[in-house]
């Protein structure tokens, strides 16, 4: 899937386990994908695919132990990132890379400033004087809507969006060359949603950042993703670019994830949830992990491992059958 | 905040009141009389009826009761000791210094050590570091206190000589006591630390610290330990509040006179009036270091401040903080 | 009409003082030697014969020292010349204050009185050095003497002084006691001996009554008092009596500077005399004290002396209707043989402790030392069981209250085991000191008691403190433990009195108590006396407590 | 914009919910080492004390004079006392008293703990306010001193004691449960089960009860072996159980006089106390770490 030059980011083969009570549970099986410079990838999953061990994996947050990278390759504009000493690792971390979490309520230190948080990274990363952290971080708490007013507040002083708010202002600090999104807008009400993805998209032009967001909310990758990979029990299903996906899903988790959208176009077709329940990633079922919950699967789906094929332009896909769905499609159409 | 604190120092008032109370009524039923105490044992029983006449101690209890209370309520005196014919004020702060300056050596060894443990288990977790401070932590809280103390005394006063076995002068006659009182509390501190670290440093925040390229080391002390730091604070007050009047044990194998001696051989004596001064004193202490406590929380943690300072207060600073 | 003659008493002996080991430095080989043989043989003799004359002299003027350091077990509290007794305070007391008399060997010597007559049966007059100052300065007169007892009394804390009508000044140097009742045996002497002397002066300046600021006659002030933990005595150099030879044990200031140092654990001071921290003590447990005789870790530089206490731990029967054993005396018999009482000072008092004969000890002059050579229950598990076989025993658990204070509990648990052999249960009721007190004469609440009393003169009022039923009958209808017997009231009364009190009226009650066995002594402790050898001779006052000041130090 | 795949999460944590909280936490146990051990010296102590009328080599109360501070030998495998009792049969019989003390003071005070506790919890406002104030009246007594008061107040002996220690764990026990009650309170099953119209003692005995059950069983567990010091300090005193009954503390007491010489008078009752409270305190550190997910990852 790569283009001729060297992606910004490449992740090859990342496998990471936890060990939970003695259980080694495979969180990410053999994931590889990468992104250009200024571009954002969606990475679209249930939760417990893997999607956030995945961005953890790149800033190599992840708790060790219980977590373990496996194997793999992280390589940022040619840097492999596993192989990087710690404090090499943190000079990337915030400054090159930085993270959205996904609950604003627990993301935030509660016993410190918001102000001075923002700040904290500023001053580690651009070595200015605290002075100039300062109005930097007040700067950013305006960027994002906030007043710089409020920099000596604490986190218990705002509401979930305006924390949300605050955890992009720190994020974009420093300027970041990739952002990493993990569901930064499920925590919050819908009507706040909105408004934190416009900051997010608006903020990402303005420092031409690239980014991965990952959710569960086709809405948000068809509104800001370039390219899209679904995740399926800790493996890229089907990957390609947004039109790709969204006018051509080939993977039969792919289509059902467009199946359970509700389509506002009619009103008659009811939802077609996809039935039965994500794999336990302590015991992934042999062959295709999507086999005991796919309509279309049949004996050779539960025993033959599945490669992910390339389709067309960027899209690929890991199906035994994506062919024979492709022209169920055209038939249908 | 300073409201606050107020009305905790008014709610101390019926505290106080309920302190006396009960504890008047514990020694009212007690039985034994201090007349037969202060008479000695070969005291005829007659002589001790009349020398309990002469005491008061033959009035009713409700009489006694109200009498007390308005002595110590409303003219602040909390009376004068059967056997010492010194005012049980007097006889408290005399001794005070001595059960503080344990309490205070305890608590500090207690931080100073219990707390580095704690983290250093908790940053280690399930490793050997780990395994150590827990079973020194362990060993600590299952140790008798005396038990402890007089293997101390065998060891550092009468082998190697370094310390005085007993008794109270310069600072290192406290060493040996507070060592041996300490011990349980570092080891109850180190495990409060280790777990409460443990929580905290699985929170989504240390997540975002990391993420933010801050070292383990900035992680640790800026943001985790801050956060740690309540039930910590609570552990060291709890601790803190024992120590003033739990040191019994410590004050009698040290020979150490101590508000714990003070009391406890006013309960074996019936010595009233010491024994509701002194619980009453250190129910008021426990109370107000409790209040300190509290205070500190309000310090440390931002939303507890917040709590205490009331709805009102913190809607008009929002306001002011929007407009 | 009685007459004691200071000067005849001074003929006959001046001191208590106990010698536990030789004089002078050479004979340090032999002191050693002394200690190691528990003294107790020694002392016992000493206690009944009065010391030579040689004796008196090296105690009185015989080695002095600057400073000595003395582990008592607990806090004095209240120094104050009448306030309520406790064991610290007795540790202090006649080093403190002076008294109008001091007892010795069971005999009386005016301290402060220079003589004294009884002038008719119920009035006495006491007549005073015309030179007595106190420690500060103060002179002290008759009117002094009326204001210490009348304060005295005017506390209620002592009982003894109770018998007092009136006490006044004759003149500046006499005094007369008159008494609402004929004085018993040894009574005199004892309320002489109940009310420490101050002066008005003194006591009216002191800013807490004394507490801890005592000003007593005596050679020593409190120069520092901490609270729970010393007391510092100087010598004030300004001691009143300037007439050496009338100086007597209590008074004696061989040392210039006193530290009373508390130590509440009794194994601290062990370490403390081992550390050379105090000088002497008499808080060493009993299993310590072979450490520092001969051949001991810590006999170098220490000596040991083992006085017996005045103490006796005595067994009372529940002599009320409802008990087993008002009518049944094999049962009182029974237990009484069963008991080997040697066992019990084995297993309480390492040994150190004698058995007793009677229901008192043999440290009293009126003990009768034939009755050593009595038989008195000796332990005889045949003669228990027959007995008990002849008793109505049924098998019942019999209640034994105690004190859990000292060695009665360890008592308790050995008499415990005694009787489980013949078949006896016996359950422990242990009460504090307090409980105790009010305990003991709750008819419902125990079968059996121990207790522990002692008498600091005769051996009557000992007997007196159980069996006289005029103490008691109030509460019990008869002796402390219930007894109701004309015949034991008489003997006991006879004992008692002025008039009929010698040795027949005492072996009549000895014999009957014996005979009834209402109760009976089983074992009197010691009291562990350890001292480095800078001391070289050992003073005790009339309750045992070690007279720092009377002691004789090597040169 | 609906997710589907949140469907799919209840279900997830549904099928864990199946396998039985208490099973997941035994399971979670059975994998601490250091619990287990705790558990497992724990259990052996009590079957020891309840045997030991036949395994114990001698009477707990026999004297024998001439073994007086025997060491230990194969005759006394932990020496004798100064009465010449053999100290490992006293330990034995004693595991049944101080065992038992522990216990029934720990599990009093947490009984009565946990009654007034689920009622201030439940009810809140006035009555909270008012037993609160009493619980703190209580609780600034310090516990030492209230229990030495006690003692005094109704004497020695066993229940006495019992009575004594555990009136000081009150507060704890009412404070600890106040506040899960207070945390649960909110919590929407409880509405869930207001609507069907579920009696109020019902509700606390079936609903606010079991969820508030883990941070009591742990500081029950922790607070045995406290208990088991405090009687130790107790005896030091010379209150507490009555003689010759062998309760750990007090002839670890009764021992120290003699520790100089006869190290094993204290040696043996010292680490028979620590060996109790530190298995309870391994085992509750176990079940601390067992109960709570959040610790558990």
Known sequence: MGKSEVPFIEVKNLKVHYTSEGRKIHAVNQVSFSLQKGETLGLVGETGAGKTTIAKSILRIL???????????????????????????????????????????????????????????????????????EEKAKKMLEMVGIPGSRYRDYPHQFSGGMKQRVVIAMALSCSPDLLLADEPTTALDVTIQAQVLDIIKNLQKEFKTSMIMITHDLGIVAEVCDNVAVIYAGQVVEYGSREEIFDNPLHPYTIGLFGSLPDINSDVERLSPIMGMPPDPANLPGGCAFSPR???????????????????GTHSCRCLHWRRTAQMKAETS | MWKYIVKRLLWMIPVLLGIAIVIFTIMYFCPGDPAASILGNSATPAAIEEKRIEMGLNRPYMVRLLDYLNQVFLHFDLGTSYFQNQSVMSGILYRLPYTFMIAIICMLLQILIGTPLGITAAVHQNGIADRICMVIALAGVSIPGFWLAMMLVLLFAVRLGWLPPYGVGGLQYFILPCIANAFAGIASQARQTRSSMLEVIRSDYIVTARAKGLSEREILYKHALPNALIPIITVVGNGMGMMLGGTVVIESVFSIPGIGMYTTSAINNRDYPVVMGGVLFLGALFSLIMLLVDVIYAYVDPRIKAQYEGQQKSWKRRKRANG | MKRRKLALALAACMMATVVFTGCGSGAKQESTQAAAEPAKEELQSQSNETMGEADTQTAISGGKADSVTVGIMSDPENMGPWSGMSQGRIAVLFTTYEYMITRENGMAYGVLAKNWVQADPKTYQVELYDYIHDAKGNPLTASDIVFSFESAIATKNYGKLSVIDSVTAIDDYNVEFSFNKELEIGEFENIML?????????????????????????????????????????????????????????????????????????????????TGAVDISNGVPDTDISKFGEGGEFSEGNAVGVVLDNLTYDVEYNMSDSSVFKEDENLRFALAYAIDKEGVNIGAFNGNGVTVKDFANATYPDYNPEWDNEEYYDYDVDKAKEYLAQSAYDGRTLRLEYISSGMSEMIAQLLQAYWGQIGVNVELIGYDQMMG??????????????????????????????????????????????????????????????????????????????????????????????????????????????????????? | MANSVAVSKGAAIGRKKKEGQFSLVMKRLMKNKLAMAGLCITLLLFLLALLSPWIMPYAYDELNMIDRFATPSLKHLCGADEMGRDIFSRLLYGARWSLALGFLATIISTVIGMIIGSIVGYFGGTVDTVIMRLIDILQAIPGILLAIAISACLGSGFMNTII??????????????????????????????????????????????????????????????????????????????????????????????????????????????????????????????????????
């Open chain 1, 63 to 133: 708790p060790e132990p219980p977590a373990r990278i496996e194997d793999g390759e992280i390589f940022l504009e040619g840097t492999d990132l596993l192989k990087l000493a710690e404090d090499e690792m943190r000079k990337i971390r915030g400054r090159k890379i930085a993270m959205i979490f996904q609950d604003p309520m627990t993301a935030l230190n509660p016993v410190m400033r918001v102000g001075k948080q923002i700040a904290e990274g500023i001053a580690l990363h651009e070595k200015v004087s605290a002075r100039e952290a």
């Open chain 4, 164 to 297: 004594a220690l555990s009136i000081g764990g009150i507060p704890m026990t009412v404070r600890l449960l106040r506040g899960s009650i207070m945390g649960v309170r909110k919590m929407e099953y409880l509405e869930a089960a207001q609507t069907i119209n579920c009696s109020i003692p019902r509700l606390i005995v079936k609903h606010i009860l079991p969820n508030s059950i883990s941070p009591i069983i742990v500081s029950v567990t922790m607070g045995i072996g406290n208990t088991i010091l405090m009687a130790a300090s107790l005896s030091y005193i010379g209150l507490g159980v009555q003689p010759p009954t062998p309760e750990w503390g007090a002839m670890l007491s009764a021992g120290r006089t003699y520790m100089r010489d006869y190290p094993h008078m204290v040696l043996f009752p010292g680490i028979a106390i620590a060996l109790v409270v530190l298995s309870l305190n391994m085992l509750g550190d176990g079940l601390r770490d067992a109960m709570d997910p959040k610790l558990k990852k």
């Open chain 3, 194 to 274: 109940e009310c420490a002397i101050v002066t008005q002066a003194a006591y009216e300046a002191s800013p807490d009554q004394m507490a801890t600021t005592p000003v007593g006659t005596s050679a020593y002030l409190v120069e520092k008092y901490v609270p729970g933990s010393e007391i510092i005595m100087k010598d004030t150099g300004n001691y009143w009596q300037t007439d050496e030879s009338l100086v007597h044990g209590t008074s004696v200031h061989n040392v210039s500077e006193i530290k009373f140092s508390v130590i509440t654990e009794a194994s601290q001071h062990t370490v403390a005399l081992q």
């Open chain 3, 437 to 555: 007190q009010q305990e003991q004469y709750n008819a419902d609440g125990f079968d059996i008691l121990l207790k522990s009393t002692g008498s600091t003169d005769y051996i009557v009022n000992q007997w007196k403190l159980c069996w006289d039923a005029r103490d008691y009958r109030e509460i019990t209808g008869g002796t402390a433990n219930f007894v109701v017997d004309e015949e034991l009231d008489r003997l006991m009364q006879a004992a008692l009195s002025t008039d009929t009190y010698g040795p027949e009226s005492i072996e009549a009650f000895h014999d009957y108590l014996v005979e009834k066995c209402y109760g009976y002594g089983v074992v009197e402790g010691p009291i562990n006396i350890v001292h480095s050898d800078k001391i070289t001779n050992v003073a005790l006052d009339i309750r045992k407590q070690i007279l720092p000041g009377a002691c004789s130090y090597a040169q």
């Open chain 1, 294 to 312: 796919c309509p279309y699967a049949d004996e050779t789906c539960k025993n033959t491992d599945v490669k992910l094929d390339a389709i067309d």
